[in-house]
C-alpha cells in the first residue's frame, strides 16, 4: 500500500475491542483504542541479550526501537518488518472479520504472527515479549480492581486471563466508552513460552488533546524465544454482547454456549486456514476495485474494510435472528443509526446482504414500539451498546419533533430494503414489514417533494428548508417503493411508483436549477450547490429516474467547486465527507472524472496530520478532521473534549463504485 494510513488498524473486532497505531512506525507511540485513549500493548525484541522496543513508545527504560523498514496495510491484515543486528522480524496483525462468514465474523481472536528471518548467516537468539495494558478492559485505568488468571490450555497453549473484578455487564452506553465488563485473553502456542502478570508504571494520553497522565496498572505478559514463525492471539469475552429491550444477546459465535478458551485453542489450530481465506477475499477485492476505480481507490477500501466492519457488533435476537448493529462513533454514540447504517451497505450488499437485514430489525422495533409516535422512520434503536430505543432527540423522556430526520429516514429505509431485495433477488423480507413501508412512502409523496425545515444525515449542518438533496432521497424512496412492487409482481403498482419518481425528478430539475448547468443546495437559494449523492441509486438501477443530461452537467460543474483535498459538501463550509465524496464521484461518466475526485480524498488521509482512523468529515482546504466540541451528557469533559468524526461505519459507502461496476444493482 502506497497510501500512509492516518492511523493504522491493529486489533479490529467489535467497537470496544479496538485498537490501532496513531503513527507511521510502531515505535513512535503507544497504541490506542479509536477512541484516542491509550491502549497499551507494549513489545521488545531481546537480540542476542540485546534488547529493543518493537511495539510502543519508550517508558523510561531508554531502550532504543528496532529499525522498522516496512508497513503494508491490506484488508485483514497489517504488516510491519524491523531489522536489527542481522535479524529481520515480520509482524502480522490479522483480524479475520470476514462479512460472509458469520463465525469467523463474530469469533474474538485476533492473530499477531512474528516471523523471523536470519539475514546475515549467523545464529542469533531471539526473544520477543508482549505486555498488554488493563486498559483494554477497563473504561479508564484504576476504574476497578482487576483480576487475573494463569491459564494452560489444550495443544499447550498458554494463556493469560485479565478482567475488571466488578463484571458489571452492558452496565454503561455512551460514545467515548470503553469496555468494563468481560475479559481479555493474551495467548500463545510458542513451545519456549511463558505468560505472566506484572505491574508497569507509564505515561499515557487519555485524549489527543490533553496532556500526558502516569499511572501504575496491571499488565498481561506473554514472552516466548522466537522459531522460524511463533504466533499469539488477542481474544476478548464479552459475555454478553447487546442489550435489546431489556434482555441482554449473546453474539453469533457463542449463541450456543461456546467457551472462549475453546475457541482460541482452535483459532490457534486453524490459523494457517484462516490467513489463507483472508488473503484469497482481500487479493479478489483489490483487482475488483483497481479495475472499478484505479490504484488509489481500491487502497482506500483496503484501509476502510476493518474499520467499517469493527465498528459494529453482531447479535441475536430471541428468535434466532441477526442484529447488525453500528455504534455511531464520535458522534453521539447511537446504536443502529439508520442514516449511518444507510451510507455504508454498499460493503454489505456486496459481500452478505443478510447483514443490512440485521441493520433494520432494531428500527422495526422502534417503530412497532408503544414510545414511537410518528409516522415516518425512527433515526436509532438506543445507544450503544444498549438498545432499548431512540436515544436521539430524547428529552425527559420524550421524543422531540424539530430533532427528527422525517424524510431521510424514510428514504434511507426504503432504499435499503430494495437494495436488499436486488441483491438477494427476494423481497420477502421487506414484504414482512411492507405495512410501515407503506406509511413510509405515504410519508414521502406528501412531504418530500419540498421539504420543511428539518435535519438529514448531515445534521452538523443544522436544519435546512427545500432541501434539493433531500428531496433527492425521497425521489429515490418512490423508485424503490416501485421496485419491491415490481419484484412482488405487482406492475401497475411499480410503474405507478416509477412514474411518480420521474414526475418529481422533472420537476426537481426545474426548481433546482442555477442556470448554469448546476444545480442548487435548496430550492430558494439561488447561485448554491452541493453534493447530489442521494440520485446515486438511479445510476446504479439503470431507472433513468433522472434526466442524465440533469447529472452530466452537475458533476461537470464539481470541478470549479473543489479544493486541494476534494469537493466541498456545499457551499456552506470548506469541508466535505468522504462518503458522500465517493458516492458523487460515481456519478460521473467517465473514469477519469470518478478518479480525479477520489484521489484527492486519497491525498487527504495521506497527507493529513490528524492521526486518527479513517475520519468521514475533513476540510477540504487542510485535510484535517473537522473537530467539533462533544456536549454528551457522558462525556469525562463535557466543556472541553475535542471530538471529529472517526471510526465510522459510513467508510462502507466507499464500495459503492465496486458496486457500481460489479452491476448486481442493475434492474434495467
Request: proline share 3%.
Amino acid at each position: 500500500m502506497r497510501l500512509r494510513p492516518p492511523s493504522v488498524p491493529l486489533i479490529n473486532i467489535d467497537p470496544f475491542f479496538n485498537v490501532w497505531s496513531p503513527a507511521d512506525k510502531l515505535t513512535d507511540v503507544d497504541t490506542a483504542h479509536w477512541t484516542g485513549y491509550t491502549n497499551a500493548i507494549l513489545g521488545t525484541a531481546e537480540i542476542d541479550g540485546k534488547l529493543y522496543r518493537l511495539i510502543g513508545k519508550d517508558h523510561g527504560e531508554n531502550l532504543p526501537a528496532m529499525k522498522q523498514v516496512e508497513l503494508d496495510v491490506d484488508t485483514f491484515t497489517t504488516t510491519y518488518v524491523f531489522e536489527q543486528d542481522g535479524v529481520r522480524l515480520t509482524l502480522l496483525f490479522t483480524s479475520p472479520i470476514m462479512p460472509d462468514d458469520l463465525y469467523y465474523l463474530t469469533r474474538p481472536v485476533s492473530y499477531l504472527e512474528i516471523q523471523k528471518e536470519i539475514l546475515d548467516g549467523h545464529r542469533h537468539t531471539v526473544k520477543v515479549k508482549l505486555a498488554v495494558s488493563e486498559q483494554i478492559c477497563l473504561d479508564h485505568e484504576g476504574d476497578d480492581e482487576v483480576v487475573t488468571e494463569i491459564l494452560n490450555l489444550e495443544t499447550g497453549i498458554k494463556s493469560v486471563k485479565m478482567g475488571s473484578k466488578s463484571q458489571n455487564i452492558l452496565s454503561r452506553e455512551g460514545d467515548d466508552a470503553r469496555i468494563d465488563w468481560g475479559y481479555f485473553y493474551l495467548s500463545t502456542d510458542a513451545k519456549k513460552a511463558s505468560v505472566g502478570v506484572e505491574k508497569k508504571t507509564i505515561k499515557f494520553f487519555t485524549y489527543r488533546n490533553y496532556p500526558e497522565k502516569e499511572a501504575e496498572m496491571t499488565f498481561a505478559t506473554a514472552e516466548a524465544t522466537l522459531g522460524d514463525s511463533t504466533l499469539f492471539t488477542f481474544a476478548y469475552d464479552d459475555i454478553a454482547s447487546i442489550q435489546y429491550y431489556g434482555q441482554n444477546l449473546k453474539s453469533y459465535w457463542n449463541k450456543d454456549g461456546a467457551k472462549i478458551e475453546d475457541e482460541i485453542v482452535t483459532a490457534h489450530a486453524d490459523y494457517d486456514a484462516v490467513l489463507a481465506m483472508c488473503d484469497v477475499f482481500a487479493d479478489e477485492m483489490f483487482v475488483y476495485a483497481v479495475r472499478a476505480g484505479g490504484e488509489k481507490y481500491a487502497e482506500l477500501l483496503q484501509l476502510a474494510f476493518r474499520q467499517t466492519v469493527a465498528a459494529h457488533k453482531l447479535a441475536i435476537d430471541e428468535n434466532g435472528e441477526i442484529l447488525w448493529v453500528s455504534k455511531e462513533c464520535y458522534s453521539n454514540g447511537c446504536a443502529a443509526t439508520v442514516d449511518v447504517s444507510y451510507p455504508s451497505i454498499p460493503l454489505f450488499l456486496l459481500y452478505n446482504p443478510e447483514l443490512v437485514k440485521g441493520m433494520m430489525r432494531p428500527v422495526y422495533r422502534v417503530a412497532a414500539s408503544d414510545e414511537w409516535k410518528f409516522d415516518f422512520a425512527p433515526h436509532d434503536a438506543g445507544r450503544y451498546p444498549l438498545l432499548n430505543g431512540q436515544k436521539y432527540g430524547l428529552k425527559d423522556g420524550v421524543l422531540l419533533y424539530e430533532k427528527q430526520m422525517p424524510v431521510e429516514e424514510c428514504g434511507n429505509m426504503l432504499i435499503m430494503e430494495a437494495t436488499v431485495a436486488i441483491a438477494t433477488g427476494d423481497a420477502s423480507f421487506a414484504n414482512e414489514h411492507m405495512d410501515v413501508l407503506d406509511q413510509w412512502v405515504k410519508y414521502l409523496i406528501a412531504n418530500g417533494r419540498d421539504p420543511e425545515n428539518q435535519l438529514c444525515t448531515d445534521d452538523f449542518a443544522g436544519h435546512l428548508a427545500h432541501n434539493c438533496n433531500l428531496t433527492l432521497k425521497a425521489i429515490m424512496g418512490l423508485a424503490c417503493y416501485g421496485i419491491l412492487q415490481g419484484m412482488n409482481g405487482k406492475k401497475r403498482e411499480e410503474n405507478k411508483y416509477i412514474k411518480m419518481a420521474r414526475e418529481m425528478a422533472a420537476d426537481w430539475a426545474k426548481r433546482a436549477a442555477n442556470g448554469d448547468g448546476s444545480y442548487r443546495l435548496a430550492f430558494d437559494r439561488p447561485d448554491t450547490f452541493s453534493m447530489k449523492y442521494n440520485i446515486v441509486w438511479d445510476k446504479l438501477f439503470g431507472t433513468e429516474i433522472m434526466d442524465r443530461t440533469v447529472i452530466e452537467s452537475e458533476v461537470a460543474s464539481y470541478r470549479r467547486r473543489e479544493h486541494a483535498y476534494g469537493l466541498p459538501l456545499d457551499n456552506r463550509q470548506p469541508y466535505t465527507k468522504s462518503d458522500w465524496l465517493v458516492w458523487t464521484a460515481t456519478l460521473a461518466e467517465s473514469r477519469d472524472d470518478f478518479e480525479h475526485m477520489v484521489n484527492k480524498l486519497w491525498d487527504a488521509f495521506n497527507s493529513t496530520q490528524t492521526r486518527v482512523p479513517m475520519t468521514d468529515w475533513y476540510w477540504t482546504v487542510t485535510g484535517g478532521q473537522k473537530e467539533y466540541i462533544s456536549r454528551s451528557y457522558n462525556d469525562l469533559h463535557p466543556e472541553q473534549v475535542m471530538k471529529g468524526f472517526q471510526n465510522r461505519t459510513v467508510q462502507g459507502g466507499l464500495y459503492i463504485k465496486l458496486l457500481e461496476y460489479t452491476g448486481m444493482m442493475r434492474i434495467r
